[in-house]
């Protein structure tokens, strides 16, 4: 799916800003016609969260109708007119002037409607329904109870089955574009190496029609190739080949421009522009390989959180985060625990950043209780994600799910299934999913390409004992990979912290009980080869339910404050991370 784009022929205009909003609790705004005009509504700031914009609304997660209206740009006559959604968690309804035009289920992936003919020159009303409640056969799935035991649900509130606030609402822009007809719908890059060249295979679809011809124009670094083909049932393929290529990699982000055209009658009719990064990831036996050369992740786990806009699209936390990242010595992340916004993933290939690309698939469970329904939107979330970033250079792995609990028969082929899914639409990227794997080996591990592993010594189990909790991960890590011996990259790790809180020697929740469980747990994944990858937990502190677990509902694992200060375990970090400072 290819993100809008303005040029001669394609034009975008965002949505944002205040759109009328009314909560519906009794569920009744479809029965009484709010599709045709939401009555008695408050403005709400789009995009955002709903949670923290009004008192009464920080834990609805029921029905929530939003309003706006837009006028149709000059110039968009006889083209096709769509309408795009970035994120909308959960479930989306849409009416244009009264005429529904679609349903989403998911949030953190983009959906959109065609409204061509739907669209009026002036006064459009553009009305959403969103409803955003926990269920068990959603993904991720909520409100699951004690049955089935291996759930930690009923205690936190709202009773999500995970740990970070269940924000919801239209979390990022509603966008509105015009494109011709006939336009390029999809574009699917991929590139591999040889000696110094770089091969950029890619594949274009468009609607079939009238006989045309794609150009496809890569550039840059003194380089221009370019290559014609002719369009044959709305599909065009073609391989560019760059004699002396300039590889992507964190050092060298080198993203050359690719133009496709399409043309007919001798004229122009489309242009997409997109960047493009040569590098190839494999695995090796038990190393990770970007062109060819072991690689090694330092980073972390995030979310996407900050203080008002909930999970609401930020672009100055985006810069921020990318510039704390590039601080403390980190050159990866992963996109914990649902896809991210679409402009982070364009500033990852633009900064040289590695990301470790994951669903909304946390806390999946496999009791038979709405597994059928909960593996469709899961297999569907697989789909969109590959479909939203396979041309990103910076997405190095998919994740297909955060700590499933997968003791239950049924998740072995479930798991089966997903990973075959992944690596039929990708066959270019190692496939993983993260496992809490602690005192028994999963057997799903087995369809990883790396093993990706979140682990808690000394936090939830050796509780306030450093050294045992060192010494138990270093058991458990070697064990594991004796039993798979591939790459492993630890995912998760780390201690909830109170800025400002001290202790000598180092007690739980004060910053030198953080700083030395970093430190050493850093000594442990050194000390081991196959070790490929360390993702401290969480970069920043963030919103989650309230619990007898988390003060203030906050999770306090963040290196860095919710405002994005530094605490002691960040400077320790830095030390250890960035020896050239
Ligand atoms: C985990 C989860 C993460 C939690 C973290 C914690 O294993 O993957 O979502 O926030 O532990 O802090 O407990």
Redesign the pocket.
Known sequence: MLFPQSNPYRQVVDLSGFWDFRPDPGKVGEHDGWADGVPDSRPLAVPASWNDQYADLRDYLGDGWYQTYFDRPWGWDGKRVVVRFGSVNYLADVWLNGTRIGQHEGGHLPFEFDITGHVQPENNRLVVRVNGELAPDRVPPGAVGRNPKDSFSNLEYPPAN???FPYCGIHRPVQLYAVPHQAIRDLTVTTDIDGARGHVHISLACPSGDPAVARFTLSGYDTVVEEEVVIQAGMAEVTLTVSDAKRWSPAAPCLYTLVVEQISGGQVIDRYTLPVGIRTVAVDGDQLLLNGEPVYLRGFGRHEDFALTGRGYLPVTIVKDYDLMRWIGANSFRTS?YPYSEQMMALADRLGVLVIDETPA?GLFFHQDGLSRRTAVWHQQIRELIDRDKNHPSVIMWSLA??PHNKRPPALQSFQDAFDLARSLDFTRPVTFVS?AMEEIDPTLEFCDVICL?R?DGWYTEVGQLEAGFSHLADNLDAIYEQYPRPVILC?FGADTIPGMHADPPEMFSEEYQAEMLAGFIRVLDARPYVVGQHV?NMCDFKTGQSVQRVGAM?Y?GVFTRDRRPKLAAHRLRDLWRGDK
């Open positions: 995970f740990d970070f625990h946390v955060n700590e809490q979140n808690y998760e937990w999770n694992k």
